[in-house]
C-alpha cells in the first residue's frame, strides 16, 4: 500500500485564520506533500478587478491543467463539506486570476529550483509579500502549496482530504485563483505545486 502522508504548516496570521493549524513537525520526505497557508487581510481600498473567467482570458492563456484546475476548484466549492471538523457551506465560484499567476509560479519556480517545501521562500518573502510584487491590490489572500502529485485530481484529492487545504478551498471570502505546477528533475519532489487564493481591494 502507498502511504502519502500530508504536511500541514501553519502560518501566523494579520487578522484572520483559515487554512493552517495542523502539526508543525516536518516528517521525512515522501512521494506526495501538502501545505495550507494562513489567509491574511488588509482593509478595504478601492481598487479595478479584472474579470477571468477560465479558459482564454484577456491577460493570459490558461493551460489544460488550469483549467482542469479551475472546473475541479468550483465543483467541490458547490456544494457543502466538512474540512475537518468544520462543515462549510457551498462557496460562490472562483474566476481565475491572470494577475496573481506570477506570485504561484515564482513559488513552484523557488521550491523546485531550490529543492525545498514551505510557504516561506528561499528569499524569505511570504504568500502575501509574492502578491504584493505582483501589484496586486489585495484583500485577502491565501495559498496551498503541494510536492510530488501528478495531476489536478490527485491533488485536489489531497488537499481536500486536509482540514486546512480544504478551509482554503471552500473559503467564500476568496473570489480569485491561480495555481501553477512546476517539474522538477533534481528535487526531492517531481512536481511542486502552488495554489494562490486572493480577493482585491474595492
Known amino acids: 500500500m502507498n502511504f502519502k502522508p500530508l504536511f500541514l504548516f501553519s502560518l501566523s496570521l494579520s487578522l484572520v ?5 495542523g ?14 497557508g494562513a489567509a491574511e487581510s488588509q482593509p478595504d481600498q478601492p481598487v479595478s478587478d479584472a474579470d477571468n ?35 462549510h457551506p457551498a462557496a460562490p465560484a472562483l474566476t481565475y486570476s491572470c494577475e496573481i499567476a506570477p506570485a504561484a509560479l515564482a513559488h513552484s519556480i523557488d521550491m523546485a ?8 521562500g528561499s528569499d524569505g518573502l511570504k504568500a502575501s509579500q509574492r502578491v504584493d ?3 496586486y491590490q489585495w484583500r485577502v489572500v491565501g495559498e496551498n502549496i503541494a ?16 482540514p486546512g487545504h480544504c478551509r482554503n478551498i471552500m473559503d467564500p471570502r476568496f473570489e480569485e485563483v491561480a495555481v501553477e505546477r512546476v517539474l522538477a528533475e533534481n528535487a526531492d519532489y517531481s512536481s511542486f505545486w502552488t495554489q494562490v487564493f486572493a480577493t482585491p481591494r474595492g
Open 53 to 87: 473567467k477560465g479558459g482564454s482570458t484577456g491577460a493570459c492563456e490558461l493551460t489544460e491543467m488550469q483549467a482542469q484546475m479551475l472546473v475541479s476548484l468550483n465543483q467541490a466549492r458547490s456544494q457543502a463539506r466538512d474540512c475537518g471538523d468544520e462543515r
Open 23 to 36: 502539526s508543525d513537525a516536518e516528517t521525512a520526505p515522501s512521494a506526495e506533500e501538502a501545505s495550507s
Open 133 to 135: 510584487a505582483t501589484g
Open 147 to 162: 510536492a510530488g502529485y501528478h495531476d489536478v485530481d490527485s491533488v485536489m484529492a489531497g488537499w481536500l482530504e486536509s
Open 113 to 120: 529550483t531550490n529543492n525545498f517545501f514551505s510557504h516561506t
Open 17 to 21: 485564520a483559515c487554512g493552517g493549524g
